[in-house]
């Protein structure tokens, strides 16, 4: 089963019998207890395990070894961040508290973070602000370059986009340089029905207007 990391918030969960208790949690086994959700790691292991505690612990040990070096140097990203990149690009406004900026131009307050959350919260928090402002402001600013190339965006998902044609490297280059992300690599995704689209663009009206609500059934 593949599982998805995200490296603003990879935790590490020790195999333990705190874990054990956990995981009959999980399963609803603990009387008087509901079911409970995890976290998404230990979700996907437990399942993969169908439902055997023994055996997600054996999975959980093994996905700790596997990541461990990386949690070393996602644990480096995270310190550096808080230590000098929210020194170096946060402001301080009229009120006191300090704030950042992602590239979109949204703001977050690190004053009231730091007062509101504990510690691996916070850092989850401002990486979560930073790569999906960097993320989002990528598609955005490849959404605008598609009028200068020959593909056509269906539609703008913040994190990917949804087009009819090829996206050329220099587009994505280009993106890639407005939104201050370096090496943004795209991956191409098959979506469903995408015949019927390319039939719906290829009968615009004399006017040149795109039949908007039938296209949009497809979504």
Not at 62 to 88: C, G, R, S, Y
Request: negative net charge; aromatic residues 8%.
């Amino acid at each position: 089963m593949p599982l998805c990391l995200n490296v603003w918030s990879l935790c590490i969960t020790t195999a333990n019998d705190r874990t054990k208790g956990k995981l009959k949690d999980l399963e609803g086994t603990v009387e008087g207890q509901p079911k409970q959700k995890l976290n998404a790691v230990m979700d996907s292991l437990f399942e993969e395990a169908d439902g055997d505690i023994e055996l997600a612990l054996e999975y959980i040990a093994k996905f700790n070894q596997a990541v461990a070096p990386l949690k070393v140097e996602v644990d480096k990203w995270h310190t550096w961040l808080l230590k000098t990149w929210v020194i170096k690009t946060g402001y301080l406004a009229k009120n006191g508290k300090r704030y950042l900026e992602n590239p979109t131009g949204k703001t977050l307050c690190i004053t009231d973070l730091e007062k509101d959350y504990p510690l691996w919260k916070v850092k989850a928090m401002v990486s979560a602000f930073v790569l999906q402002g960097q993320e989002s402001c990528f598609i955005h600013n490849l959404t605008l370059t598609s009028i200068e190339y020959d593909f056509q965006v269906i539609s703008n998902e913040h994190d990917g986009l949804i087009c009819l044609g090829s996206i050329p490297v220099e587009a994505i280059e280009k993106a890639a340089a407005l939104s201050g992300l370096k090496g943004a690599i795209l991956e191409e995704k098959a979506l469903e029905g995408m015949d019927v689209i390319a039939e719906l663009i290829e009968r615009e009206d004399s006017s040149g207007e795109l039949e908007v609500e039938e296209l949009l059934a497809y979504f």
